[in-house]
């Protein structure tokens, strides 16, 4: 059973800076930022695998940057030049190794306002 404990929401004015912090248990291969507003889709922001390999979403490339420390089992999002349009509830995903299953977390909600 993968846990996942979610940090660093709040509320920014546009243009302002935030950093997401998702720290996991357990041998985690993938994990991932999603975020999701009411009435659409949850969406890929960013994921990064073990070995460092990551993949940011058009909507979020030269903003927002994904790290992971492996020794901490956590994943960051530094997430600057915050829009309106980044107002959602921010989710961290995993996936362990050698496993198929995919785990989230409870969100994180992220408001850009002025």
């Known amino acids: 059973q993968v846990q996942l404990v979610e940090s660093g929401g709040g509320l920014v004015q546009p243009g302002g800076s935030l950093t997401l912090s998702c720290a996991a248990s357990?041998?985690?291969?993938?994990m991932g930022w999603y975020r999701q507003t009411p009435g659409k889709q949850r969406e890929l922001v960013a994921s990064i695998t073990s070995g460092g390999t990551a993949v940011v979403a058009d909507s979020a490339e030269d903003r927002f940057t994904i790290s992971r420390d492996n020794a901490k089992n956590t994943m960051y999002l530094q997430m600057n030049s915050l829009k309106p349009e980044d107002t959602a509830l921010y989710y961290c995903?995993?996936?362990?190794?050698?496993?198929?299953?995919?785990?989230w977390g409870q969100g994180t909600q992220v408001t850009v306002s002025a």
């Open positions: 995903g995993a996936r362990p190794k050698l496993s198929p299953k995919y785990y």
């Open positions: 357990g041998m985690i291969y993938l």
